[in-house]
């Protein structure tokens, strides 16, 4: 599936107007619980006089006049200047195409985004916008890219809330929602705003900006704002527990060559070596988070949808942590098993997930 598939096979959002609402319902407010499901949140309702007078809806829900720039949004948040009729190409790879198939990019365009533009042609984007609006943090990531591990942590977040029915659409139709997570210096929650798309070969939504909660543009749409995606239903998933043992096979884990290359050089081109480094580095690491459960930091699974924990691990010199040993809670057998190994910008991304990481976890460029 590419950006530019069609609407009703690339995304099929409801919850335009004159149509069902998202993930069921009646559209009155309510939405309707599919079994098993984890209660919705109610749909929220256009206050009085929320009218967006600037993309007002027409009778099926999309703007006026069918298709057609959409009008600047001139918010110091949202995406300054005329949005773009169509959505640039991505350009083909493995980033571009595992982008396309996250549901924030099936939801809504983003706009030109400078990954897509290493060169800088482009100016800002809307993580570049996001990244201003929020509390100062190091987003930074692969290849020196300023955003990298921000835009990781939106999308996945985003994907989150999509599961837990917490994309809230307003009365009508006119505009979508959802909690980024993320709050400004003053604590107030960020969220994303979205008005319907113009493309008719494109994503249903174009993303109009980022607002804190206190903003009109959120207060006069939204009568209840969507919360932040959850990751944990028990806290002692984020905790390690010193009387679980941790069972690790270096062998199992190097014969996967993914695992082999986020090992530093020479280790990742000798297994046998790496064997042997990796089970000393791993008693270590075990009392070290014995010590300070701190240690070992939760993050966010996002293949198996479930919680984590990241253990240090020391292979060249004790100061140094060089990569982080994912490791899964075993229920029937109380121990904790090594999964994988992963690269510490990798590592850290899916710890931001959850919260900012212990201090020995940072991304790196």
Not at 141 to 163: K, N
Not at 343 to 348: F, K, Q
Request: proline content about 10%.
């Amino acid at each position: 599936m590419t950006l530019h598939e069609s609407k009703p096979t690339a995304y099929p959002d409801f919850g335009r107007a004159g149509g069902r609402p998202p993930f069921g319902g009646t559209g009155t407010g309510t939405s309707a619980q599919a079994p098993g499901a984890r209660p919705a949140t109610e749909e929220a309702s256009a206050a009085p006089g929320g009218t967006d007078t600037r993309i007002p809806a027409g009778p099926t829900g999309s703007p006026p006049g069918g298709a057609g720039p959409l009008p600047a949004t001139g918010g110091k948040h949202g995406y300054l200047g005329e949005a773009p009729t169509t959505i640039p190409q991505a350009p083909a790879g493995p980033v571009a195409s595992r982008r396309a198939l996250r549901a924030l990019h099936k939801h809504a365009s983003l706009g030109p985004l400078r990954s897509d533009d290493p060169a800088g042609a482009a100016g800002d984007d809307f993580f570049d916008l996001l990244a201003r609006l929020a509390e100062p943090e190091d987003w930074g990531g692969r290849g020196g890219d300023g955003t990298w591990v921000l835009r990781e942590y939106v999308e996945c977040a985003f994907e989150r809330l999509y599961q837990q029915r917490q994309i809230v659409t307003a009365a009508g139709g006119t505009h979508s929602v959802f909690n980024t997570g993320l709050v400004t210096p003053q604590q107030e929650a960020i969220y994303g705003l979205f008005v319907p798309s113009r493309d008719p070969d494109g994503a249903p939504w174009q993303l109009q900006g980022w607002y804190p909660e206190s903003e009109r543009e959120l207060q006069d749409r939204f009568s209840e704002l969507p919360r932040a995606a959850t990751y944990a239903d028990d806290p002692a998933e984020l905790v390690y527990d010193w009387r679980r043992d941790l069972v690790v096979t270096p062998r199992h884990l190097l014969e996967s060559p993914e695992n082999l290359a986020v090992l530093p050089a020479p280790l990742n081109s000798n297994p046998y070596q790496a064997g042997l480094v990796l089970e000393g580095a791993v008693r270590r690491a075990e009392a070290r988070v014995r010590r300070d459960y701190r240690a070992a930091v939760p993050c966010w699974d996002p293949a198996a949808e479930e919680v984590r924990l990241l253990v240090p691990l020391s292979l060249t010199t004790p100061e140094t942590v060089d990569t982080a040993l994912v490791v899964t809670r075993e229920e029937g057998q109380n121990v904790y098993r090594g999964q994988a190994l992963l690269a510490l910008d990798t590592a850290y991304a899916r710890a931001r997930q959850l919260a900012r990481p212990h201090d020995w976890l940072r991304p790196r460029s």
